[in-house]
């Protein structure tokens, strides 16, 4: 028998193991966590038990994870919402509870195992499977770039509606065990509280969150804004849940309501970590509950109670998609995405296996079949795109439609550079090559950023740069470079594998948060990869160089030194007098321009002619004739006033030099 700190150790152990076992793989982590769970718990292994430890740990990775995801909302956007919250949640709760029941009672007359299921019962299954898993889809739906898209808002809004419609489920599956006479007493006093809950949090909640940040950013103590930060997050995930709520509720609320302040970019960094680990261990969880055995004994009436619910809460939810106004391919993606079992279906299954509505090896058979539909969850999310072109025409013409579009406006551009993702660190390269008069085109997932950014004259598309028809749509193969801005190396190497089969030669410049993946990328056939934490660190130490007293020139050096050593494209920079000093025997790369003046050897030919590379060693950076930078260089013919930028060595140079100007 563990003690909590010997399980929580336990866990965390089993969890790296495993989750590197399935990163060898190339497999998702978070089967990975569901794997080791069904090995090490109770029904595996029995390393592990499933008691009220493993419960807390669980429940504080989903109330982390709620919280980042209410960061991405904002009351503005819940309003906007409501009507998928209430009208297309109410719906898909009421239509599931209703065809199951409709299920139990014709499956009550062929297999014997629902024979003595009564309509209380099958109410209560139907509760249980109405529910979606709000951890694992939220999860991946920010993995694959996809909360802000319609279908990931139908997705976001039906799962909220799911976590409120926990409460009056619970209240009334006792009551209808009972026979409770007084149950709509009791459920409009449940409802009425937790009204007047939410009401409070929202309202007051909204004036006093940014005054109290601002409070205690003035403390001037990271320290104190972590402990705030889990005060409100726990203290929010409190009051729900003492209302009769979920903690995963007041969890969002909190999210979403400092998500309205300026200092929602900070707590996304900050809960970042808490969240990951503490979800890992939730999943762990889930994998505990599957009892192998049971899976084996009872395979088939485990396969059937997979399947059937499955593809019944895809047809009915798919359906009520396209009925409230949906497309047919988003439609099919929010079917697709919610048809598996959830987190909260377990609670529910519990109350009626307490109740004795439900027999105990059924409820262990539907148990397996509802954390199989979990585990097989990340799978048909990564094949939704192909299953929704293979079942809807009417997508296929619509991404055909934006392809087009997008081939459409890119048709007439040459050399010009394709950004992957347009945040923050896409909008400046965007600046900066329009400043520079460089043609750029930007593919971003975010469609309200994409039109924004558009209706503000940026050229910016709907698309994903993973994808290998987006990047032919954007002119990859007339291309001059591809920046990918964003640091999530999965979507990069794949942007990379397409890159390097449409366009070999085609340079590709990749962020990432350090050097963890630093090869991996480069393998891939990243031209250069940039490191957040390594510009970082150069710029504090050149600040830090510059405050002591070091004069700016040298520290001008260093820096340049320090990135010489890291990029390849930007060894060599221009030197001054005080540089010839430091580079002592004078071996480091270095560029230096050189004007040709009338009558010198290189005028009238080209540089192919001439041959720098062989005949000295030095190579053409750059060559330019008045503010034009010549792109086709090599059969260039020279012209007096042309400036030809050199790279090499001090004594490349000079030989080069020498071969352009001699007479």
């Given at each position: 028998m563990f003690s909590g700190l010997e399980l929580t150790l336990f866990l965390l152990a089993a969890a790296v193991l495993g989750v590197v076992a399935f990163r060898m793989m190339q497999l998702p982590p978070m089967l990975g966590y569901l794997v080791v769970g069904i090995i090490i718990g109770p029904h595996g292994l029995a390393f592990a038990e499933d008691n009220e430890t493993t419960h807390a740990l669980a429940e504080f990775g989903v109330v982390f994870l709620m919280f980042s995801i209410g960061l991405e909302f904002s009351l503005s956007k819940l309003s906007a919402m409501r009507h998928i919250v209430f009208g297309l949640g109410v719906a898909q709760v009421a239509a599931?509870?209703?065809?199951?029941?409709?299920?139990?009672?014709?499956?009550?007359?062929?297999?014997?195992?629902?024979?003595?299921?009564?309509?209380?019962?099958?109410?209560?299954?139907?509760?249980?499977?109405?529910?979606?898993?709000?951890?694992?889809?939220?999860?991946?739906?920010?993995?694959?770039?996809?909360?802000?898209?319609?279908?990931?808002?139908?997705?976001?809004?039906?799962?909220?509606?799911?976590?409120?419609?926990?409460?009056?489920?619970?209240?009334?599956?006792?009551?209808?065990?009972?026979?409770?006479?007084?149950?709509m007493v009791t459920l409009g006093w449940a409802v009425g509280k937790a009204l007047v809950v939410l009401a409070l949090l929202l309202f007051f909640g909204s004036k006093l969150m940014r005054g109290w940040f601002r409070i205690v950013v003035k403390r001037r103590s990271q320290e104190l804004f972590m402990l705030n930060l889990l005060l409100i997050t726990l203290g929010a995930a409190w009051i729900t849940e003492k209302a009769g709520l979920s903690l995963a509720l007041g969890a969002f609320i909190a999210g979403m309501l400092i998500s309205e302040t300026e200092f929602k970019h900070q707590v996304e960094e900050d809960i970042?970590?808490?969240?990951?680990?503490?979800?890992?261990?939730?999943?762990?969880?889930?994998?505990?509950?599957?009892?192998?055995?049971?899976?084996?004994?009872?395979?088939?009436?485990?396969?059937?109670?997979?399947?059937?619910?499955?593809?019944?809460?895809?047809?009915?939810?798919?359906?009520?998609?396209?009925?409230?106004?949906?497309?047919?391919?988003?439609?099919?993606?929010?079917?697709?995405?919610?048809?598996?079992?959830?987190?909260?279906?377990?609670?529910?299954?519990?109350?009626?296996?307490?109740?004795?509505?439900?027999?105990?090896?059924?409820?262990?058979?539907?148990?397996?079949?509802?954390?199989?539909?979990?585990?097989?969850?990340?799978?048909?999310?990564?094949?939704?795109?192909?299953?929704?072109?293979?079942?809807?025409?009417?997508?296929?013409?619509?991404?055909?439609?934006?392809?087009?579009?997008?081939?459409?406006?890119?048709?007439?551009?040459q050399k010009h550079v394709i950004i992957a993702g347009f945040g923050r660190s896409g909008q400046s390269l965007a600046r900066l090559l329009e400043e520079e008069g460089i043609a750029y085109h930007a593919l971003e997932m975010d469609p309200e950023l994409?039109?924004?950014?558009?209706?503000?004259?940026?050229?910016?598309?709907?698309?994903?740069?993973a994808r290998r028809e987006s990047l032919v749509a954007a002119g990859i193969h007339r291309a001059a470079a591809l920046v990918v801005t964003y640091a999530s190396t999965p979507s990069a190497l794949k942007v990379l594998h397409h890159a390097h089969e449409l366009e070999p030669e085609l340079p590709v410049i990749?962020?990432?948060?350090?050097?963890?993946?630093?090869?991996?990328?480069?393998?891939?056939?990243?031209?250069?990869?940039?490191?957040?934490?390594?510009?970082?660190?150069?710029?504090?130490?050149?600040?830090?160089?510059?405050?002591?007293?070091?004069?700016?020139?040298?520290?001008?050096?260093?820096?340049?030194?320090?990135?010489?050593?890291?990029?390849?494209?930007?060894?060599?920079?221009?030197?001054?007098?005080?540089?010839?000093?430091?580079?002592?025997?004078?071996?480091?790369?270095r560029l230096q321009s050189v004007t040709l003046i009338g009558g010198a050897s290189a005028v009238g030919h080209t540089l192919a002619e001439i041959d720098l590379p062989t005949q000295c060693g030095a190579e053409v950076a750059m060559l330019r004739r008045g503010k034009q930078r010549l792109e086709s260089a090599e059969n260039t013919v020279l012209m007096a006033g042309d400036i030809v930028v050199l790279r090499g060595s001090s004594e490349s140079i000079l030989r080069a030099e020498k071969r352009l100007l001699s007479k």
């Open positions: 599931t509870i209703a065809a199951t029941m409709l299920l139990a009672w014709g499956a009550a007359m062929v297999l014997p195992q629902f024979a003595n299921v009564s309509w209380q019962a099958a109410f209560a299954l139907g509760g249980a499977l109405t529910m979606s898993s709000t951890a694992i889809v939220s999860k991946l739906l920010t993995e694959r770039l996809e909360l802000e898209t319609e279908h990931g808002r139908r997705i976001l809004g039906v799962l909220l509606f799911q976590d409120l419609a926990l409460v009056p489920l619970l209240i009334v599956v006792p009551a209808l065990a009972n026979n409770s006479g007084n149950i970042k970590s808490f969240r990951d680990v503490l979800l890992g261990l939730f999943f762990i969880t889930i994998g505990m509950l599957l009892n192998v055995r049971t899976l084996v004994d009872h395979w088939f009436l485990v396969l059937l109670l997979l399947t059937g619910p499955v593809l019944l809460k895809f047809a009915l939810i798919a359906g009520l998609a396209r009925l409230f106004g949906s497309t047919t391919g988003v439609a099919l993606r929010v079917g697709l995405g919610l048809a598996q079992a959830g987190e909260f279906g377990f609670v529910l299954l519990s109350q009626a296996g307490g109740l004795k509505l439900v027999d105990p090896m059924l409820i262990q058979v539907i148990l397996a079949a509802m954390v199989l539909s979990m585990l097989a969850t990340p799978f048909i999310l990564a094949k939704s795109d192909a299953i929704v072109m293979k079942f809807s025409a009417n997508e296929w013409m619509l991404q055909s439609l934006a392809l087009t579009q997008l081939a459409t406006r890119t048709m007439g551009v994409v039109q924004d950014a558009r209706n503000g004259g940026a050229n910016v598309s709907y698309g994903d740069a990749v962020r990432s948060h350090d050097d963890a993946d630093l090869e991996k990328l480069l393998a891939a056939g990243a031209t250069e990869v940039v490191p957040e934490a390594l510009e970082g660190s150069l710029m504090l130490a050149s600040h830090a160089l510059v405050m002591l007293g070091v004069p700016l020139r040298r520290v001008v050096h260093r820096v340049q030194d320090a990135r010489d050593e890291r990029y390849a494209s930007l060894r060599g920079y221009f030197h001054g007098m005080s540089d010839a000093e430091a580079d002592g025997v004078g071996m480091n790369v």
